[in-house]
């Protein structure tokens, strides 16, 4: 909607200019202009000098020095293109923050600030920003943690054996309880095998370090230098205590003295400084106070009034009170059917487990008192506490807190990692469309791959080289009316157009056209028998290729499954046909959006058929297909995989139907025992909600159209199609031919992009592989 806006604003401005211009020549003024297009969304020269003025006059406040114009200018640009590719991805999945939601947060910053909402507002003021502009740079920020925390949150799996090896190391080297406020320099190396860039790396932190060594401050070198995401905070890191230290310095940073910067460090992100600004607190013992309760409960129903209830309480608290044995009178008459059954005993209890009047009743009551009657959200009370102990923080607490620890620190790992992959997806992004949108009267089918004359060209094949990207279209021309053109004339001449060049000339980050011969005489939008084998041929030589390792994966555009039968060809589709080509028993279809994965244990059959080809043992393959590939090809080392039932309600214990019981739970039992983290089997009509969503990386359905509709109507012409199990790397665009579209330039070219970046990160992620 902004960018839709936005074009028609710019459309209707050049209108006026052109109006104007023939008599007013003197009197044009540029108004505003736009610094980048990202996806659908634009971003203006107005905005970027706005957060220019925001982020400068936070840093003067904090006594900051500020970076060169020009640098300053690349920093923000490029924090706000990240902060566009998010707030789209949010507004895909339909995340939206209220205004009370909002309100709250301001009244929670003023308060923290020690300040009212007035203070505030004039304090923003004084920094040159208005109240209206940071309630909306603050909801952005809302919305963009809320994406990190979905798009990362997800990648982040703690395992007990980690948790475990965390609570003996911490017991072993006997940290404190100090906190340290951090700021962090990181001067990132995408490719460590690069030597001249780690070489150059190395030589700029250390540079940095001796400069900060010598006094110049280092917030400053964090905003002018830092590859972070949070240079443009000075690199501040916040308040962490010490059992939430990133790793990387968890061993430096006890033993940093406040405003020491630390020695070189690094990782796979490249190398890093941090230094300690401040810390507080220290060791300490940290008790809690234990209640070990009993208590009654009655509750109110549609056969029990509310006057009812509160009278049987009163009546059982009278006659515990005149000398009834409490733990007899709670078998009896409590309505909490596990304490009851136990005399009313909850244990010990810690403070924060119950409801607030409940736990105000147990902290007023004296050892041995009997409590209440008095009322909660549950129902009527009595309670008497038995006993009391100070309690050093239990195994369980010390557990939470330790995975809570571990979590943080993979978290911050994994968004960085995130972060560079939406700049990279982006920047691909870009040369894709750089090349691919050409003149539309001088390579208009070229375009085809593009998405925008669909079902001219059969297919698109992407190499991932040593350096960077390239994208080489397999496919061949169309003899043009006047016969003077063949396939391979006419795309060079193409390709030439384009700046492109032949697959023996192919530089990384340009388009390459290889030309497979066959080709009949071609018109948009009409299909033809007659090119079927030659169709079969590109998929042939693309497939290949990547078997060969002269690519590294191949992208697909739609292709017509009927004209191919229709020539005497079986061929049920690109997925079998790839199955056979590269000898594998089994394949996985999975489509994938980037808030949701959904593979499939069944593809194409008719909704009969779909029972009886559930069995145990296409189960148990698909689903290891599934778990090894998103691990070798998504970077994921413990994906957690929900199983929706095939009947309703999961069948309901049977009397929907038998399929879960017979044949689903023992397989994923099965399954479980090797490891792989299986949820399930989950009704579908639940399964598809952020309850189970938000703690998955991938759902496997049972049959095409369980899992699909959920998925398209999410992301229809940003999904990509992508075929697991295969030894290559393959995707796909999520739709068909589009036959009537093709020529007329209005077809959506979204998914073939999306198969592209998904593709390149598959391929990347595939070398990565330390099985491979």
């Not at 191949?554 to 017509?560: D, F, I, W």
Request: aromatic share 4%; charged share 25%; glycine share 8%.
């Amino acid at each position: 909607m902004k960018a839709n806006l936005r074009h028609c604003a710019q459309m209707m401005l050049a209108l006026m200019v052109v109006m104007v211009s023939a008599t007013v020549q003197a009197d044009r003024k540029l108004l505003d202009q736009v610094v980048a297009v990202v996806n659908d969304d634009v971003i203006l020269q107005s905005e970027l000098e706005a957060r220019i003025n925001t982020i400068t006059g936070r840093l003067r406040a904090q006594g900051t020095g500020l970076p060169p114009r020009d640098i300053l200018e690349e920093r923000v640009l490029e924090q706000l293109i990240s902060e566009s590719i998010q707030l789209q991805m949010a507004d895909r999945a339909g995340m939206r923050i209220s205004d009370n939601e909002l309100n709250e947060t301001l009244a929670s910053i003023a308060q923290r600030n020690n300040m009212t909402l007035a203070q505030f507002e004039q304090q923003l003021v004084q920094e040159g920003v208005t109240y209206r502009e940071a309630r909306e740079q603050i909801r952005n920020e809302m919305i963009t943690s809320r994406v990190q925390q979905r798009q990362v949150g997800n990648r982040v799996r703690v395992t007990d054996r980690e948790v475990e090896n965390y609570l003996a190391a911490m017991e072993g080297q006997g940290r404190s309880n100090a906190e340290y406020e951090l700021a962090h320099i990181l001067i990132e190396v995408n490719d460590f095998n690069d030597e001249d860039e780690v070489s150059a790396a190395r030589e700029k932190v250390e540079q940095l370090r001796e400069e900060i060594a010598e006094g110049r401050d280092f917030r400053s070198v964090a905003v002018a230098e830092s590859d972070a995401s949070n240079a443009l905070d000075g690199g501040n890191m916040g308040w962490r205590a010490e059992n939430q230290l990133p790793s990387l310095v968890a061993d430096v940073v006890p033993d940093l003295e406040t405003g020491t910067v630390s020695p070189v460090l690094r990782n796979s992100s490249g190398f890093h400084l941090v230094m300690v600004m401040d810390r507080r607190g220290g060791d300490k013992a940290q008790f809690i106070e234990q209640s070990k309760v009993r208590h009654i409960l009655v509750r109110t129903s549609e056969t029990v009034s509310e006057a009812q209830a509160e009278a049987t309480i009163r009546d059982l608290y009278q006659q515990i009170d005149n000398g009834a044995d409490f733990a007899v009178i709670a078998r009896e008459h409590s309505d909490d059917p596990v304490s009851g059954s136990d005399g009313g005993n909850l244990g010990w209890v810690s403070p924060g487990q119950m409801v607030p009047e409940f736990e105000q009743a147990m902290m007023e009551a004296d050892v041995g008192e009997l409590k209440g009657p008095f009322r909660s959200q549950f129902g009527w009370h009595i309670l008497q506490v038995q006993d009391r102990r100070q309690q050093d923080i239990s195994s369980d607490v010390r557990e939470s807190e330790a995975r809570q620890a571990i979590y943080r620190r993979k978290f911050d790992t994994e968004l960085q990692n995130w972060l560079r992959e939406i700049r990279d997806e982006r920047l691909l992004s870009s040369r894709a469309a750089t090349e691919l949108t050409a003149n539309h009267d001088t390579a208009g089918h070229l375009r085809t791959d593009s998405g925008r004359t669909c079902g001219h060209w059969p297919g698109a094949l992407l190499a991932t080289g040593p350096e960077k990207t390239r994208a080489r279209h397999c496919g061949g021309g169309q003899q043009t009316s006047a016969g003077g053109e063949g396939p391979t004339a006419w795309v060079e001449c193409r390709a030439g157009r384009l700046g492109a060049g032949s697959t023996s000339t192919a530089e990384p980050g340009r388009l390459s056209v290889l030309c497979v011969d066959g080709l009949a005489s071609t018109t948009a939008g009409q299909l033809d028998p007659a090119n079927s084998a030659y169709v079969l041929e590109a998929l042939r030589v693309a497939a290949q290729g990547c078997l060969d390792g002269t690519f590294d994966g191949m992208v697909t555009a739609p292709v017509h499954k009927g004209v191919i039968n229709n020539a005497g060809i079986a061929f049920s589709g690109h997925t079998e046909f790839l199955q056979e080509l590269c000898g594998v028993e089994r394949v996985v279809m999975m489509l994938a959006t980037d808030e949701l994965r959904v593979a499939l244990v069944t593809t194409h059959l008719p909704l009969k058929d779909v029972s009886a080809a559930i069995t145990a043992e296409r189960l148990t393959q698909v689903t290891r297909i599934l778990d090894n590939d998103l691990r070798k090809f998504f970077g994921l080392q413990h994906p957690r995989i929900l199983v929706a039932g095939l009947n309703p309600h999961a069948g309901e214990g049977g009397h929907l139907g038998r399929e879960e019981i017979d044949v689903i739970e023992p397989t994923l039992d099965k399954l479980r025992r090797e490891g792989i983290d299986l949820t399930g089997p989950l009704p579908a009509d639940t399964l598809f909600t952020p309850h189970w969503l938000d703690n998955a990386d991938a759902v496997l359905a049972m049959y095409h159209d369980q899992g699909l509709p959920v998925l398209k109507f999410q992301g229809f012409g940003r999904a990509v199609n992508i075929t697991l199990g295969l030894p290559i790397v393959r995707t796909s665009v999520d739709h068909g031919t589009a036959l009537d579209l093709a020529g007329t330039g209005r077809a959506d070219d979204g998914s073939l992009e999306t198969a592209i970046r998904v593709g390149e990160r598959m391929a990347t992620s595939a070398k990565r592989d330390p099985i491979e």
